[in-house]
Nanobody, 123 residues
């Protein structure tokens, strides 16, 4: 099992940047594929980005490709999401997730979730 806690959310103007962090408990962090999801008011949860166990492979939703960067530091049991060129449509609660089973579809199958952190982007 793993417990996840997001931090770094806040309010920024369009075009700005924000860096989210997700701290994981336990001693098996590298066993997990890690992902970021978001949920805006009135919308379903949306996949944002994912990163492989050792950081060698990343995957992004088309909506954030070229703007967001996911990374991880296994020594610190932490995954990051660097968000650049933010748009109002990026406004959402952002969730960190951990996937132990490593399915072929990187957007599903996550086993553990954080509590979320709010990101608000204004014009």
């Amino acid at each position: 099992q793993v417990q996840l806690q997001e931090s770094g959310g806040g309010s920024v103007q369009a075009g700005g940047s924000l860096r989210l962090s997700c701290a994981a408990s336990g001693r098996t962090f590298s066993n997990y594929r890690m992902g970021w999801f978001r949920q805006a008011p009135g919308k379903e949860r949306e996949f944002v980005a994912a990163i492989s166990r050792y950081g060698g492979t990343t995957y992004y939703a088309n909506s954030v490709q070229g703007r967001f960067i996911i990374s991880r530091d296994n020594a610190k049991n932490t995954v990051f999401l660097q968000m650049n060129s933010l748009k109002p449509e990026d406004t959402a609660v952002y969730y960190c997730a951990a996937d132990l089973t490593h399915g072929t579809n990187w957007q599903v199958g996550y086993d553990y979730w954080g509590q979320g952190t709010q990101v608000t982007v204004s014009l």
